[in-house]
């Protein structure tokens, strides 16, 4: 099968040795989990300026076969790339950051670990009240951004469309463009939700049922999270009552909203890999874009790069 290649900017999150003993590149503003190809390894500079991108966290320029998770090629970025990679990847402020949080997805207890106001009290939540006020009104948004599609035929009523067709990578673009229908169309709170496995030989590992079955992995992932009031009634109690719950709108890997709890277990998927593993999460403010493991988060106010992304991969499949 022939390559298809990709050439930009990304800053290094970590590097690190696989169970083969293969060195791994862990990259910002890519999922996957990349090694480089024997050519580059062999020069030495590849592996030098990798390090000292990871080291000074700043850019470097690579070029990136997107069917195999493979760098082809490392250079130093120019002064006028580092100008405009500064311009369109502001960092989130530190003072909207929040922290990221170690968690043991086998040890969650669904019923507690979803109600927002009793467990999941990130500080970001105080920054927009207007939540989704029913679960069907939840549907509604998912079905309008899963309708969006690249697979799908067109017209799109948002225009462009989003590549759910292949989830190998580009979750960063695929969330922000739904943040963006979310809370511009819909006028809802929009939440991000990024999920690591960053350590050793864990992998977030998925099995992509909706897209040819094949298992996919990778070093993070990130999804619009919604807060949404939903009614219950107990048996016994005379009126129903009501709370608000943690849930995810990720057509990429479902039909339908989830809660929390259910989009962090899809991620340990041990057939696909023995060592699937959620090492930790975060729930950022919407306006972050791509994750924030060894350095700040990074944003996209413009929407260029999620919209370069989304073009970039509306042809490309999972499996």
Known sequence: MAENRET???????????KDKTQQILLNE?????????????????????????????????????????????????????????????PLPKAETERNAVIDVAKIDPTRFNIVDAYLKW??????TRVIPSYAK?????????????????????????????VRD????????????????????????????????????VQANKWGGCCVEWWYHVAPLVRVRVKLRLPGLPKSFSIV??????????DKPVLLSTWLAAQENKTCNPQAKVSAYSIQPGSAYTPGWNG????????????????????????
């Open 245 to 254: 719950l943690a849930m995810v709108i990720d057509p990429g890997m479902f």
């Open 296 to 319: 700040p988060y990074g944003t996209d106010p413009t929407y260029t790069a999620t919209e370069a992304t989304l073009l970039a991969y509306q042809s490309l499949t999972t499996c």
């Open 170 to 205: 580009g979750c960063y673009a695929r969330a922000h463009q739904m943040r963006r229908i979310i809370t511009t169309r819909y006028r809802y709170c929009c939440e991000k939700v990024f999920s690591y496995a960053p350590y050793g030989d864990d992998v977030l590992a």
């Open 30 to 90: 890519r999922q996957r989990i990349f090694v480089l190809a024997d050519k580059a390894a062999a020069t030495g500079d590849a592996g030098r300026l990798l390090a000292e991108a990871l080291e000074k966290r700043t850019p470097v320029k690579v070029t990136l076969d997107t069917r195999r998770p493979v760098i082809q090629r490392v250079v130093a970025p120019t002064p006028r790339e580092l100008e405009a990679f500064a311009k369109t990847r502001i």
């Open 8 to 18: 930009d900017l990304v800053t290094v999150a970590a590097i690190r040795k696989g």
């Open 138 to 166: 939840a549907k509604e948004i998912f079905d309008f951004c899963a309708q969006l599609s690249c697979h799908l035929p067109g017209p799109y009523a948002v225009q462009p469309c989003i590549p759910f067709q292949y």
């Open 123 to 128: 500080r970001c939540f105080r920054l927009c």
